[in-house]
């Protein structure tokens, strides 16, 4: 409770986790958000395509060539960077009178 009224009155980028702004860094965090995606991932990935774009471009398949990575955690990764934002099912449970709000 200290902690949250420390805070009570401060700009979020207070609380916010800072990152590193070497390139490293920036794909770790980058890659890490997708669940089960750990650190030693990112560095086979980043070691295996070279770039973030190079990842987002690779298949499924690829994705699942490198050491650690497994179909499910490849096709996790491949779906973070494919699947639209809005869940078409989640669209459907709004309703038709919310106007394609969620």
Known sequence: ME???AYEHKPADIIKGRV???YMSQL????TSIRSVNKTDVVTLASTFGSLKRIMEASTLELSLCPGIGEA???RIHDAFHDPFIA???RRLAGPDAGGQV
């Not at 770790?28 to 890659?31: E, G, I, Q, S, Y």
């Open 28 to 31: 770790t965090d980058c890659l």
């Open 73 to 75: 955690k490849a096709k």
């Open 88 to 90: 078409e099912k989640s």
């Open 3 to 5: 902690t949250f009224k």
């Open 20 to 22: 590193n702004p070497d």
